[in-house]
């Protein structure tokens, strides 16, 4: 994710959540640890926290919700393998 996009979750969380004030040391604070977020997987997790808290996500909130995310997909795309692996075994 880039700093724009971080911005905009940002922008995002301060609408819903008006206690929440974006500050540029957040910003520059928290985009080391945001680089690494697919925007799109960071903001299906922020609309979840929203549809379900009244209380702004923490950065570890939505790290660990994107991390939960990124893993599944890895164990799904690992399992797709193994069915090609051993259907290709059986044909052959």
């Not at 520059?28 to 996500?57: T, V, W």
């Not at 599944?72 to 090609?84: G, H, L, T, V």
């Amino acid at each position: 994710m880039n700093k724009t996009e971080m911005l905009k979750l940002f922008v995002l969380i301060e609408r819903i959540y008006p206690p929440f004030r974006i500050k540029n040391e957040i910003v520059n604070y928290y985009f080391n640890y945001c680089q690494q977020f697919d925007y799109e997987m960071a903001l299906s997790c922020i609309i979840g926290h929203i549809r379900k808290s009244p209380y702004p996500p923490s950065i570890s909130h939505i790290a660990s919700r994107c991390s939960l995310h990124s893993l599944s997909a890895e164990i799904s795309d690992s399992r797709n393998w193994e069915k090609e692996y051993v259907l290709a075994k059986h044909v052959s």
